[in-house]
């Protein structure tokens, strides 16, 4: 078997524990960004080692705010995993999302205000690209997965991050459909734009959990309505990722692992030491002359 984890899994709301991993191993990782949202626990799955990581820790006590993004981040590379789903709970903006359906979303709306959200400050300035913010390839592995695993599940949608931890307004949900967004969440940004900056590819599995707060039949979202729903998929989320590590193929053939090719503006000569340290394990091959 490889030694190396070929997959890492962030759980979102109802979603602390894989139960289906085999041979489980729990593992407390520090990051020069700090710890991440709780130890990381790498198992078996298909023959396949992966990792899981519960975004708001065991017992979900970080608020969508406060998960230290760039600590789980580094921790997956750490590891170095290349692959990476973020599984999340989200509102759906749309009628034919409905709650219990699946997307894997194709883009981004960034409406957080405060996080963190590169690896490079203190004298380092990158600018990554994110045209496309999530793996091409790795969202379209996890499509398949996911149909092959038995659920409705749709393909492409823009998912907009709002800050929370509270939920929208009527008039915030009914601006964000007149502006074609599909899905509402609170934590696929920053963590989709850090996995680029670490150059790991990185999709979604976005579960619809509610009709958010528009619908003029449905009742509004609520914990109590994210979490119930979120239940019933937790057997079906575990089989998809299961289908996934059975289809993955050795090598990504996407552009994720360059994102930084030509990203970087800071002169190397001009980075400061204690930076160059901190980020090294990002950037350490660009730097390099
Ligand atoms: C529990 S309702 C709101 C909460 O659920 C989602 O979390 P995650 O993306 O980690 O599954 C949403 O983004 C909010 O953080
Ligand atoms: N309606 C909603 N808004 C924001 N985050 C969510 N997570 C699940 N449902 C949500």
Redesign the pocket.
């Known amino acids: 078997m490889n030694n190396r984890p070929i997959l890492g899994i962030i759980g979102?709301?109802g979603l602390y524990e894989f139960t289906a991993l085999k041979d489980v191993e729990t593992i407390e990782i520090d990051t020069p960004f700090g710890k991440p949202s709780s130890p990381i626990v790498i198992g078996t799955l298909s023959g396949n080692k992966v990792a899981f990581l519960a975004?708001?820790g065991i017992g979900h006590f970080l608020s969508?705010t406060e998960v230290n993004y760039r600590a789980n981040i580094f921790a997956f590379k750490k590891l170095g995993i290349q692959c990476l789903i973020g599984i999340?709970?989200c509102g759906s903006l749309r009628e034919d999302y409905a709650p219990g359906h699946i997307v894997v979303p194709d883009q981004l709306v960034d409406n957080t205000k405060d996080r963190a959200r590169t690896f490079f400050t203190d004298g380092l300035v990158v600018h990554v690209g994110v045209a496309e913010p999530f793996c091409p390839e790795l969202s379209r592995l996890l499509y398949s997965a996911v149909a092959e695993a038995g659920a409705t599940v749709h393909s492409g949608g823009t998912l907009i991050t709002i800050e929370?931890p509270r939920f929208s307004t009527k008039a915030e949900s009914n601006m964000y459909r007149s502006e074609g967004i599909s899905l509402v969440?609170?934590?696929a940004c920053p963590e989709a734009f850090l996995a680029r900056e670490a150059e790991l590819c990185y999709t979604t599995m976005a579960h619809v959990t509610d009709y958010d707060v528009w619908h003029v039949t449905e009742e509004p979202v609520s914990?109590d309505m994210?979490v119930r729903t979120l239940a019933k998929n937790t057997q079906m989320a575990q089989l998809a990722i299961q289908k996934l590590v059975e289809i993955m193929p050795e090598e990504m053939t996407c552009s994720c692992s360059n994102a930084l090719a030509n990203a970087i503006i800071t002169r190397p000569e001009c980075v400061p030491p204690e930076t160059c340290e901190r980020v090294k394990l990002l950037i350490g091959k660009y730097l390099e002359s």
């Open positions: 979102g709301s975004r708001h969508p999340s709970a929370g969440g609170m934590t914990v994210v």
